[in-house]
């Protein structure tokens, strides 16, 4: 069936550093790409989505990059911060299943003081 | 999200019981979906729905049932027959159009003895 492949599954960086973490999914049909961040013990919150129309869609210190040839989108965030270390995760809308959206298996993201 | 509402926060019940968990929304959404959270597996997709009295199963939906008797309301049962219900439960919902956003509630934490 239909899912969503993420990686890595635990990125490390220092602080200042640039983190990318990417995100495969399977059906083609697919036409809107959120990011979510979850901190410990709390729901996971949007800091990011875009849609199948667009290639590149940014916000501050995060962007986002969609290939819809290859089925593979990318969270960038620059200049981490402490405050970014978090778990992300991506997802797909399939829109052609009723509005069913599938999540990736998540990023721990660690940046270091 | 104050407009989604689960509760309880911990919930705590005897292997073979039935278990309902609570989800109320009031932002006049159509869509509602339910997540099961296990550490290193991201957010796998139990139930989702996209108007009353209407709803689709997800990738997990064994062992799970749900209703949507009314458009602010998705209540899951956890049954017996669900093998390993011990889990951080999610719900949410979203607006229509490709493009609207997942808003989760607080979720509630399942521990099954």
């Known amino acids: 069936g239909e899912n969503v492949e993420q990686h890595p599954s635990t990125l490390s960086v220092q602080e200042g550093d640039s983190a990318v973490i990417k995100c495969t999914y399977s059906?083609?049909?697919?036409?809107?790409f959120p990011w979510y961040k979850q901190e410990l013990g709390k729901r996971p919150q949007l800091i990011i989505d875009?849609?199948?129309?667009?290639g590149e869609k940014k916000d501050q210190r995060i962007a986002v990059t969609l290939n819809k040839t290859a089925k593979h989108f990318s969270l960038h965030i620059t200049e981490t911060q402490p405050e970014d270390s978090a778990v992300y995760f991506c997802?797909?809308?399939?829109?052609?299943?009723?509005?069913?959206?599938?999540f990736g298996q998540g990023t721990e993201l660690s940046v270091k003081p | 999200d104050g407009g989604i509402t689960q509760s309880p926060k911990y919930l705590f019940r005897k292997e073979g019981q039935n278990v309902t968990l609570s989800c109320e929304q009031n932002?006049?959404?159509?869509?509602m979906y339910w997540y099961r959270q296990d550490p290193g597996q991201g957010l796998r997709l139990i139930y989702y729905?996209?108007?009353?009295?209407?709803?689709q199963k997800g990738d997990i939906a064994e062992g799970y049932s749900v209703s949507r008797e009314k458009k602010e309301s998705f209540p899951l049962t956890v049954t017996s027959a669900q093998k390993n219900p011990t889990a951080f439960y999610l719900c949410?919902?979203?607006?229509?159009?490709?493009?609207?956003?997942?808003?989760f509630g607080n979720g509630t934490r399942l521990t099954v003895t």
């Open positions: 729905s996209q108007i009353v009295n209407d709803f």
């Open positions: 997802a797909a809308l399939l829109y052609n299943q009723g509005g069913k959206l599938i």
């Open positions: 949410a919902s979203r607006g229509q159009g490709a493009d609207s956003p997942l808003h």
């Open positions: 875009i849609r199948s129309n667009v």
């Open positions: 932002l006049n959404h159509d869509a």
């Open positions: 059906d083609s049909a697919s036409n809107y």
